[in-house]
């Protein structure tokens, strides 16, 4: 494969060739700090103020959520380099090589949110700050042709793939960071650390909106564990892990800058509105522009289409290549085509006939409670595999095979799914919206949304017992044996062509 960027990627989920993986883990950092340094950033950064916190509650609020979801998301880093292809395909070894679907939809509908979220963000920044700046109509017509230009930008990203992708996020990390920094200057003469928030000291809803401001700020890294295999599997399977895991960290870590630009501003929106903004329906953008000097309004609108390319790119390549990974049929390109028609038709439809701006936000947080458990079961899988997986098995179903180490009971892993399906049902009972979603057992702690951390710890407890109680087959755990785990001797069927009928399959359940 050529290393042009002009030149179309011709890989879609199969083991990228050793001689073609040249990325290095500076390219995952910028690809993935990328993706996160946008406004949509910014909005989760004022979060923290529109709950009623102070300032300085609101950044250690942030501090606390962006290092616990960057140590999250981590060790999700690994698997693109051991096994060449995404991190779906890589659950097949924990999922079954049918079960590894999981992933491929939750990234999916991941991505889909997340690009809407990126275009009409964007848009709004860009038809809002050229509306004061130019006088530009601020009405429906402008509207449309800001997202229809936005999104058909980032789709001729996606289709080029990696190497352009990569290329895109080069520029936008220096760029971005550039105008976000520049925002110092433009908001130094407003910005107040001492922004004392709306809740008094001692207040009953202090705790709870502090760890919902954490937490929002804590589903940020953890959006990206799906897709960061996507971006790493280009890296060569010699590199060492630790580095691996540092880029995709810092990753996150780095996008306090977007974080911080965010609670600064959102606090001096809220000083300057003399009244609350309702956390259910933010407009922070619109009070962005409020408060902005009007030199700040073309750094603004750069920010906006910068970050919002970046975002964009990430997510969409993303589900193009979990499309191709489900639906075989389909090339990268051709998977990439239809998932980014069908997400423009979306993005329009939601926005002008179905006005889902506010419930897409929803849509988003709900998908990421369902795929934090699925992200721990691939950690503690890494961890009783001793990180050795065989990425000729993982192939099985892209491949139209059956059988291999990884085919389990007919292709299913119970103990995965089961897992998953248990701690995300149960993260979604404890989930705490106000205004837009409350699960049923979404008061138990005091009206604090603990949905997160309620499916990653019931995740580990039952995908472990169930390993316990179910050992699964020696074969799956390599050379050197399973870690934490006891493993059975069941046979293994081999891999067979899946027309080929196989005379007896053993249960591995």
Known sequence: MSNAITEIETYGVERIPDA?????????????FGGANTFATCVLGAFPILFGLSFWQGLAATVLGLVVGSLILAPLSLFGPLNGTNNAVSSSAHLGVHGRVVGSFLSLLTAIAFFSISVWSSGDALVGGAHRFVGLPDDDVSYAVAYGIFAVLVLVVCVYGFRFMLFVNKIAV????????????AFAGDFDPSYPGTLAPGDPLFWPSFIGAALIVL???????????????????????????????????????????????ASIIAEKASQYVDPAAPNYVGGLLAVSPGWYFVPVCLIALIGGMSTGTTSLYGTGLDFSSVFTR????????????????????????????????????????????????????????????????????????????????????ARGLVAWLVSAGLALTFV???????GPLGHLANEADISLPVGLGAA??????????????????????PRLVRAADTPVPPIVDAVTTPTVEPATW
């Open 330 to 413: 389909f090339s990268r390109v051709q998977a990439t085509l239809f998932i980014g028609t069908l997400s423009v038709v979306f993005i329009f439809v939601g926005r002008f006939a179905a006005n889902l701006t506010q419930s897409i936000s929803t849509f988003a947080t709900l998908i990421i409670t369902c795929t934090a458990p699925w992200m721990v079961i691939m950690m503690l899988g890494y961890v009783t595999r001793r990180g050795w997986y065989d990425p000729e098995a993982l192939q099985v179903f892209n491949r139209r095979q059956r059988g291999g180490r990884y085919w389990f009971a007919h292709g299913w892993n």
């Open 20 to 32: 073609d993986r040249t990325a290095r883990p500076l390219d995952l950092f910028r690809v993935a």
């Open 219 to 265: 589903s940020n890294p953890v959006s990206f564990g799906a897709f960061l295999g996507d971006w790493s599997r280009y890296i060569p399977a010699d590199t060492p892990r630790r580095r691996v895991m540092a880029a995709a960290f810092c990753s996150q870590i780095a996008t306090i800058l977007p974080f911080f630009f965010g609670l600064a501003t």
């Open 174 to 185: 220096a760029a971005a960071s550039l105008l976000f920094v520049l925002g110092v200057f």
């Open 460 to 481: 580990a407890v039952l995908y472990l017992v169930l390993l316990a109680l179910f050992p699964e087959p020696r074969a799956v755990y390599g050379p050197r044996g």
């Open 432 to 438: 705490n919206l106000p205004g837009q979603f409350v």
